[in-house]
């Protein structure tokens, strides 16, 4: 009896070492956590950090005549009114897309411009390893930055109106984590892009320049077309408001038209699409 | 997965490689058996590290078809890699870690755990003698310190198969010595086979027992240097002395010498591997008889430098062969 | 300057200065000055009489900017036991200007009162217990607003639509007790229910309105907001307003009917779990009979597309991960 007991333990033992060895096979980890020390050890994450506490700096809010007897619903709704503002022209909109496009655009291009590609593609990592560790690396850093910078602007802007702990908790508990994943689509979608040109062309530089020109230009060309009723609404930017206005108060009721589940799809299908094509790129790339 | 059953690691069938219309390899049959150091010479330009990256799978092959370990290179590409070690021609390192850092990075990309790994590193570094640069940032490290760093990373993951592409070409002659002798260590002690590409065909000749020889993308040569010296009917002394206007024409007079070249004041003396001997008693008799100075008198040309440049189809007019 | 005449003149300031106190509207008690509203002068205010044309109508918004301290009152004709919804919105909303709105019945006794703080809207049920006339003040409150707003007053027909326990097809008279329909004169020619559907997502709605032969009638729904003055000013126009859900228009005593999908996410309207229902008479007189249907929809198949392309775009990168080595291979 006391030996059937002993050897479950055994076993369970075994299995846990079994699974654990099997994650340390998760090479994509290794090379994730690889890029993240690298990037916060370097100079960039402070200036990025810089960049993107920016308009918290600012302080851009246009001013709340009285606010001491603002309800908490209302307060709410002042702020994501404000705050939308701040994320669909910054945070998620072309500055911060430019800072996403290079530090993605430079994860891979820098391997492959400085060969240490080649350490990797004779180790036993499958292609994707590289392209999903380092994508998700770019998430995690975009994480690092904007978790703080969003908490300190929520507490900043609670504190300008002379709002409490109820008001930043409320604040916390909603309107943070939606303004945050669309930030995120946004950048994520921008990265991908950034990480497939960079497997495609070798200078980081010339990757982010490629990403930002085609984000900018295919919109700059969307909005001329003569055929598409209603061109604006096909902007990238639109197209985040639609999502944004999901949950947010934008200062009307239904200001950006059009379908969100349809919008997050466009995003989501075209993050995992870059993926696909960094990916096959790298598969039938010879390394000279 | 033991390739005990085949007795070649690696093996390329009509391997050919064009770069737009240039054809850069052309129907490689390359054989490397198990266990054995194999030696990859070349002139420069020949398409010695195009050959090794097509084994690696960097590049892909235009025809023809390349076994590792008996497998596909391509279709089994991670199984392969798992079981080999690759050290490039100039060293690929990540400048901004530290040496320790990037061997314990290089070590977990084979799958080892974080402990596993940090004894590895630790290992090979003190193996390549890096012990005490472990903390020294890579960029900081001198040339020869990166090459010998590539060289621990190479052999990280204990491979069976080691790759190295010009693994001395950055080092001082006593650094290449110490190398060599330890990779011939690392073939005694863990059976390692190892695959070199040079053009230093001195130290190839030290430590290899096969090599194949490439030229303009062919495979010129290919055996055990034992078996190809054995064909080797020619080899070439120099000899330097105080007045040789007046040794040439006695020289000239010994019959089994071949060719006499007079270069710089220096002769150079081809004759048949045979007649080494009498070469050895005749030349000093003759220096003393003419009251010369004898000033120097070796072989230059070792066997295997002779069949290199017979299979290459030059003519060895003396001085060193410089590829 | 000999000491009776400082006590005079000190005196005469204290007197000035209690009569102005006295009659000055800050120091005098809210609730007297509004008491005052309706003792003094109001019916010359609102010219009552039985001519029902000075009611306010249901569901339509009014309009005003009030000086502080100032009121105006709306009569509206209320039916016992229905409930009614109270919007009080405008540009006052976030301000320091206090609106407050008082409901007072027939005998001028003062039923319910909305007293939010400064900047807040009013929003808020009533349930008269009797029919007849209702009067709604609304004030400027004189001791807490600080600034002059406009304000939009709307008094909505209130009606919550609760989850039936058996499938549907649904008629009124399971949710509002014995009337199979719903009957109503219009008033001023428009009427407003607000409904709330909270409870009824995933289905359709239908509202069906026929009228009496004389009687033309059009139905509007919107989405409800507080601004109700937007969907009024400029209602029932189909094409340009961003919150309409549906209307029809019917000739005399011509059926209409619109339909609303709660919870349904379309490409130009968003859904709100409230709306709001117009009515309105477009041509003669008569009643009205609204009755509503209520069916289940199969709309989740609306998100199946989307999941289903991002899924395949995950099964493409995962096949393409997995036979990664034989993609190389391809020549």
Not at chain 2, 165 to 184: A, H, Q, V, W
Request: aromatic share 12%; with cysteine; hydrophobic share 45%.
């Amino acid at each position: 009896m006391l030996e059937g007991t002993s050897s479950f333990k055994e076993e369970s033992i075994a299995l846990v070492n079994k699974i654990i060895r099997r994650i340390y096979n998760w090479k994509f980890l290794t090379i994730l956590s690889m890029e993240i020390n690298t990037f916060v050890k370097s100079k960039k994450f402070i200036a990025i950090f810089v960049i993107f506490l920016f308009p918290v700096l600012v302080m851009s809010f246009p001013p709340l005549e009285n606010a001491s007897k603002i309800s908490l619903s209302s307060f709410l709704r002042f702020f994501e009114e404000n705050t939308s503002d701040e994320i669909l022209s910054y945070w998620a909109g072309i500055p911060a897309q430019v800072i996403a496009a290079m530090v993605a655009s430079e994860m891979i291009a820098r391997e492959l411009d400085k060969e240490t590609i080649k350490l990797l593609f004779t180790k036993p990592l499958r292609k994707a390893e590289i392209v999903i560790g380092k994508f998700l690396a770019f998430v995690m850093i975009l994480l690092l930055v904007l978790i703080p910078v969003l908490i300190t602007y929520s507490t900043v802007f609670v504190l300008t109106y002379e709002k409490g702990y109820e008001e930043l908790l409320a604040i916390l508990s909603s309107s943070f984590w939606w303004g945050l994943g669309v930030i995120l689509l946004s950048l994520c979608f921008v990265g991908s892009l950034a990480i497939a040109m960079s497997t495609i062309l070798k200078r980081s530089l010339y990757a982010a320049l490629a990403t930002i020109l085609l984000i900018i230009a295919v919109q700059l060309l969307i909005v001329t077309l003569p055929f598409l009723k209603n061109a604006d609404t096909y902007t990238f930017a639109y197209q985040l408001g639609v999502i944004l206005e999901e949950v947010y108060y934008l200062g009307g009721s239904n200001i950006y038209k059009g379908d969100p589940y349809l919008s997050f799809t466009f995003f989501m299908v075209s993050i995992i699409a870059s993926l696909i094509v960094a990916e096959v790129t790298l598969v039938r790339k010879e390394v000279p | 997965m033991h390739s005990s059953s085949t007795s070649y690691l690696i093996e390329t069938f009509g391997l050919t490689k064009f770069f737009g219309e240039q054809c850069v390899v052309h129907n490689l049959n390359l054989q490397v058996p198990s266990g054995t150091i194999f030696g990859f010479l070349g002139p420069n330009g020949a398409g010695k590290s195009t050959t090794i990256k097509l084994i690696l799978d960097l590049l892909r092959p235009t025809f023809g078809k390349i076994k590792i370990f008996g497998l596909d290179s391509i279709l089994y590409h991670r199984e392969i890699m798992t079981r080999i070690g690759y050290q490039p021609e100039k060293p690929i390192l990540y400048e901004n870690l530290n040496a320790f850092s990037f061997l314990k990075y290089m070590a977990r990309l084979y799958g080892f755990s974080p402990k596993d790994a940090y004894e590895r590193a630790k290992n090979a570094l003190e193996f390549v003698n890096l012990g005490r640069k472990a903390f020294t940032v890579i960029k900081n490290l001198s040339a020869g310190q990166k090459q010998r760093l590539a060289l621990a990373q190479a052999i990280i993951n204990d491979p069976e198969l080691l790759i190295l592409d010009e693994p001395t070409s950055n080092l001082d002659p006593l650094g290449r010595i110490e190398i060599m002798d330890k990779i011939k260590e690392l073939v005694k002690e863990k059976n390692m086979t190892v695959f070199i590409s040079s053009h230093i065909l001195p130290e190839i000749e030290r430590v290899c027992d096969y090599v194949a020889v490439i030229n303009n993308g062919r495979l010129v040569l290919q055996g055990k240097i034992s078996d190809l010296v054995k064909n080797v009917k020619d080899t070439l002394y120099m000899l330097t002395v105080s007045d040789p206007g007046i040794l040439k024409p006695e020289l000239e007079k010994l019959e089994y010498v071949k060719e006499i070249t007079l270069q710089d004041n220096t002769f150079y003396i081809s004759i048949d591997i045979d007649n080494v001997e009498l070469l050895w008693k005749d030349v000093p008799k003759l220096v003393s008889s003419l009251n010369l100075v004898l000033r120097e008198f070796k072989s230059v040309r070792s066997p295997l430098e002779k069949s290199f440049l017979d299979a290459l189809g030059v003519k060895d007019v003396g001085g060193h062969i410089i590829l | 300057m000999r000491l009776i005449q400082l006590k005079k003149i000190v005196l005469a300031i204290f007197i000035s200065l209690l009569i102005i106190y006295t009659c000055h509207p800050i120091a005098q008690n809210t609730t007297a000055s509004i008491e005052s509203h309706f003792t003094g002068n109001f019916s010359e205010r609102l010219k009552i009489n039985e001519n029902n044309e000075e009611l306010a109508a249901i569901g339509i918004p009014y309009s005003f900017s009030l000086p502080i301290g100032n009121s105006t009152v709306l009569k509206y004709y209320l039916i016992a036991n229905k409930t009614y919804f109270v919007n009080l919105y405008g540009v006052f909303v976030d301000t320091d200007a206090d609106y407050d709105v008082y409901i007072y019945n027939s005998n001028f006794t003062k039923i319910k009162a909305f007293l939010n703080d400064p900047g807040e809207e009013e929003q808020g049920y009533f349930k008269p217990k009797e029919n007849g006339t209702y009067y709604f003040l609304i004030l400027n409150n004189p001791k807490t607003s600080k600034s002059v707003r406009a304000a939009t007053l709307t008094v909505f027909e209130y009606i919550f639509f609760s989850i039936p326990e058996k499938p549907f097809n649904i008629t009124l008279k399971s949710l509002l007790g014995s009337n199979k329909t719903y009957t109503a004169p219009l008033y001023n020619s428009t009427y407003g229910f607000l409904l709330d559907v909270a409870n009824l997502t995933d289905m359709k709605m239908t509202f069906n309105a026929i009228p009496t032969k004389n009687l033309a009638v059009q139905m509007a729904l919107y989405q409800f907001t507080s601004k109700i003055d937007k969907l009024y000013y400029n209602p029932i126009n189909s094409e340009n307003d961003e919150t309409i859900i549906d209307d029809d228009k019917g000739s005399l005593g011509e059926k209409t009917d619109v339909s609303f999908i709660v919870g349904r996410r379309n490409t130009e309207k968003a859904n709100d779990t409230r709306v709001v229902l117009f009515v309105k008479a477009l041509k003669g007189s008569g009643n009205l009979t609204i009755t509503v249907k209520i069916e289940k929809t199969n709309i989740q198949i609306d998100l199946l597309p989307y999941t289903a392309s991002i899924l395949v775009s995950i099964i493409i990168l995962a096949l393409v991960i997995v036979f990664e080595e034989k993609l190389r291979g391809i020549k």
